[in-house]
């Protein structure tokens, strides 16, 4: 499902239609959305599982996902590759929310310092590589639904201004491009 969603949007990504010029240049774009990242991915086991470590194994192995399964890293790394090769240097890059595994989110009301932490890493993770992949670019986030703790919920007042500060951090400070562009 999510790998099927994350291919199209790879394909997105390429300029398929003429640019449109600003000016004397023309403006590109690559729109990245749903990654889902799973920081857990295990190639050897089966979408019963969500493909998580220590789920059933799989006749198969997979390393770039499988049907059924969040993004792994190696699917994530590949196609920031490609979106290299397809637009080495697009003046923009959009990233509309859900970087996270739909395995951390919860849909109860719990919250937990755990799953608190694994969210944090695997921001910390996507940020790092688009940046990384693309350290001129300037790049835009904003959070999806996956994107917290308790699924569609703000943090709370406990780790409300950690979340977001650590957002900023890895969203604004930590892409070179970004810190060009924004002032603080």
């Known amino acids: 499902m999510t790998l099927c969603y994350f291919f199209t949007l790879l394909l997105l990504t390429a300029p398929l239609l003429p640019a449109k010029k600003i000016g004397r240049k023309k403006f590109t774009m690559s729109v990245i959305s749903n990654i889902h990242l799973d920081l857990n991915y295990d190639p050897t086991v089966d979408s019963d599982s969500f493909c998580q ?56 009301s719990n919250f937990s310092v755990e799953k608190y932490m694994s969210l944090k890493e695997v921001i ?29 919920q703000v943090p709370n007042r406990t780790y409300k201004k950690d979340f977001y500060s650590f957002v900023y951090e890895k969203v604004i400070r930590s892409i070179e491009a970004n810190r060009i562009h924004v002032k603080f």
């Open 53 to 108: 470590t220590g789920g059933t194994r799989s006749l198969t192995i997979a390393p770039y996902g499988r049907h059924g399964c969040d993004t792994p890293y190696s699917l994530f790394k590949s196609t920031l590759e490609e979106m290299r090769v397809q637009n080495p240097s697009p003046d923009l890059i959009v990233v509309p929310g859900d970087m996270v595994t739909h395995m951390i989110p919860s849909l109860s």
């Open 124 to 152: 910390a993770n996507v940020t790092e590589e688009i940046g990384l992949a693309f350290p001129k670019v300037p790049v835009i986030f904003t959070q999806g639904n996956d994107d917290y703790v308790v699924n569609y």
